[in-house]
């Protein structure tokens, strides 16, 4: 009967070949405790043991990095349970026939010199090496390794999360890196308990070799009427040199074992490493050779091998001079190639090409504010800035480039979005900044320079440090160059925000709400909306200061409106009445009153009718005398507000709110307008005015 062909492909993945002949050696392995073996047999076995423990080690030297041979705690298991059966497989023979094979005899005969006491010393002393110097400090290592390991794991995951939030890797290097950092973390997990594989087979073969010697005593005098002597002398010293085979190749799979702990974190392997580093300082070679010199004549020194290795030493030196001398002029010489060559390679034009998420620029005095040398405070306010505004709004911030430029004007500084100057600002270096104009300055016997203030365009001025101690006791509040650059850096984050939040960034956000609510972003993405739409609503959101944190949430009022509309305001007007209790709680005082402006309703109705539908969406098309009208109505209120010490607030139809947020943004970019449906009934309504078109 003829078996289909989809069933021999099952069966095929079910018994793959590798899979099937690791089952099968393992049983093999297994049989040899049970399985009585010929003596020719054994010698293979033997042999076999010893080439792999050779293979083991090698492959141990020419490694790049621990993960190339992360199968290696497995490995180290099998080959344990290898010479561990054929430490029985041994003993069987030695007791049974008091012959155990021509590789047994050849290392009790010829490494020992036949004398069983010589062999039992040398027995303990590879067992002592092995167990308390190579194992124990294998040991130790693994444990440490694994303790960083783990310790070390929150960190790289943040800053792999932190290098996909800034664009520098995308999702699959992200998802690549940390399954590395996991398989470095179960790896060194896994070597520290595997080296007890190693440090219990030495013990083992201890007491495999004591209870040989004292079986073979008993079976010899007793069972077959040798000498007591002649008894001790045969089967010691078939047991001792089976002992010593398992040692030595305990020995080589505790050194490989050592190597694979404590491998550095270079890219090359250890002959590499040693070539490069340990030869790479001439000058000891030299100094060894000068000392091992003055040993030679130093009386009853033996004075020919100290001068052969002097002789040696001093050779080494004298090529590693003459080769480092030569690198020196040849590396001269393809610097000046390279300089001359570096503009017209493809790769180097390439490399400048990327442009920073958000870059700072400082003129020639405010060098001090940005290098870290002179204790300068910008680095570190610009980081408390990121984190500050990534928890306000609810991403991650990019990092900052922060560098002097000589071209601009000493005391000016610019902010830069892509590449693209966005604000410029200007501080002068040993004076305060204080919200008064000059004439005021002036009126109190101060002296300064006026100027505007970078954010407002108010007239402040910049008084000498000198004055600080007046200005104290008068009340007046000053600033720092430091706090207005960072006041005025703040606020450009926040009003470019939706530039700065990338879709990468949004991705990584998502990320993350998987962990917690995945059944709501497989009902949005990408059946409802694209990754790109969900984007474009999160920008709308933080282009007007509404935290995305509460992601779970946003995700599930777009699922119930997506099938709706899929209008990108609509879908916007909608989250943000999700979000009406943290969007009030912006804009209300102590008492949860919230204070605002509101229109007429017969403007109103006026603007909602000058809402247009275009190819390139909806705009508000206001007649210009009315525009002007209005916008030096809310000029007026936002006076009336910064004289209150509130945020300016307008209230307005769900409707027309969006469309007069884009009217007005241009002129007030900081004004907040709040819908109707926006106000929680916790919150308490003033109105200080009214819009009106009269």
């Keep these: 009967m003829a078996v289909p062909l989809f069933e021999m492909k099952n069966l095929k993945n079910l018994f793959s070949l590798s899979d099937f002949m690791v089952a099968v050696v393992l049983m093999v392995v297994i049989s040899l405790m049970i399985v009585p073996l010929p003596t020719f047999l054994l010698d293979i076995l033997l042999t076999l043991s010893i080439a792999l423990s050779l293979i083991i080690l090698l492959v141990s030297i020419f490694l790049k990095e621990p993960l190339e041979f992360a199968s290696f705690p497995s490995v180290l298991l099998m080959i344990t349970v290898l010479r561990l059966a054929l430490n029985v497989a041994a003993s069987r023979a030695i007791l049974s026939y008091g012959f155990a094979g021509d590789v047994i005899g050849a290392f009790g005969a010829f490494v020992v010199g036949g004398n069983y006491i010589v062999g039992i010393i040398i027995f303990i002393i590879i067992t002592i090496v092995n167990f308390v110097v190579i194992t124990k400090g294998s040991e130790r290592v693994a444990e440490v390794s694994a303790r960083f390991t ?163 030493t001093g ?189 990468q960034n949004v991705q990584s956000l998502i990320e993350l709400v998987k962990n917690n609510n995945a059944a709501i972003v497989r009902e949005l993405i990408p059946d409802l909306l694209s990754l790109g739409q969900v984007h474009k609503v999160l920008q709308l959101l933080v282009r007007e200061r509404v935290s995305i944190r509460d992601l779970s949430t ?59 539908q275009s190819e390139y969406g909806s705009f508000l098309a206001v007649d210009p005398a009315v525009g002007e009208k209005i916008l030096v109505q809310i000029s007026g209120h936002a006076q009336n507000f910064k004289r209150m010490k509130l945020k300016p607030v307008i209230l307005c139809s769900p409707r027309l709110r969006p469309h007069f947020k884009r009217f007005i943004e241009r002129s007030f970019p900081d004004l907040a307008i709040l819908s109707y449906n926006e106000v929680v009934p916790q919150v308490k309504v003033q109105s200080i005015g009214m819009i009106s078109s009269e």
């Design 150 to 312: 783990l310790d070390a794991m929150p960190g790289k995951q943040m800053s792999i999360d932190a290098d996909l939030n800034a664009g520098m890797i995308d999702a699959n290097q992200a998802k690549t890196r940390r399954r590395k950092i996991e398989r470095e973390s179960t790896f060194f997990g896994s070597m520290d308990g595997a080296n007890k594989f190693v440090r219990g087979d030495s013990i083992a073969g201890i007491i495999i070799v004591l209870v040989n010697i004292i079986g073979g005593l008993l079976i010899g005098w007793l069972q077959r009427g040798m000498g007591v002597m002649e008894a001790l002398s045969a089967y010691t010293l078939l047991t001792v040199g089976a002992g010593i085979i398992a040692q030595l190749t305990g020995l080589i799979i505790s050194i490989g074992t050592g190597l694979v702990i404590t491998k550095s974190a270079t890219e090359e392997s250890l002959g590499h490493d040693l070539a490069t580093q340990l030869f790479s300082q001439p000058r000891a070679f030299a100094m060894v050779c000068i000392i091992l010199g003055v040993f030679a004549m130093i009386p009853g020194i033996p004075t020919v091998p100290f001068l052969i290795m002097a002789f040696f």
């Design 315 to 503: 050779v080494i030196a004298m090529v590693l001079l003459r080769l480092q001398s030569a690198a020196e002029e040849a590396g001269v010489v393809s610097e000046e190639v390279s300089a001359k060559d570096v503009l017209k390679k493809p790769e180097s034009i390439l490399g400048t090409l990327g442009l920073d998420p958000l870059s700072l620029k400082a003129g020639r005095n405010l060098i001090p504010l940005i290098d870290p040398a002179q204790k300068g405070q910008l680095l570190e306010r610009i980081t408390l800035i990121r984190y500050n505004i990534g928890q306000e709004l609810g991403f991650v911030i990019p990092g900052v480039r922060v560098m002097d430029d000589l071209s601009l004007p000493p005391d000016e500084y610019v902010a830069e979005i892509r590449g693209t100057k966005v604000s410029v600002g200007e501080v002068k270096m040993g004076h305060l900044l204080v919200e008064l104009p000059l004439a005021q300055i002036r009126a109190k016997k101060m002296t300064g320079t006026g100027t505007k203030h970078p954010l407002g365009g108010e007239p402040v001025t910049w008084v000498p440090d000198e004055h600080l101690e007046q200005l104290q006791k008068l009340g007046i509040e000053v600033k720092s160059p430091v706090d207005v650059i960072a006041e005025h850096f703040s606020e450009i984050i926040k009003r470019y925000a939706d530039e700065i939040m990338t879709r």
């Design 554 to 612: 946003i995700l599930e009022r777009l699922a119930d409106y997506a099938h709706l509309s899929r209008d990108i305001n609509i879908l916007a007007e909608y989250v943000r009445q999700s979000l009406a209790r943290q969007i009030c709680e912006q804009y209300t005082d102590k008492e949860s009153v919230i204070t605002v402006v509101t229109i007429d309703p017969a403007l109103e109705e006026t603007l909602i009718g000058a809402i247009h």
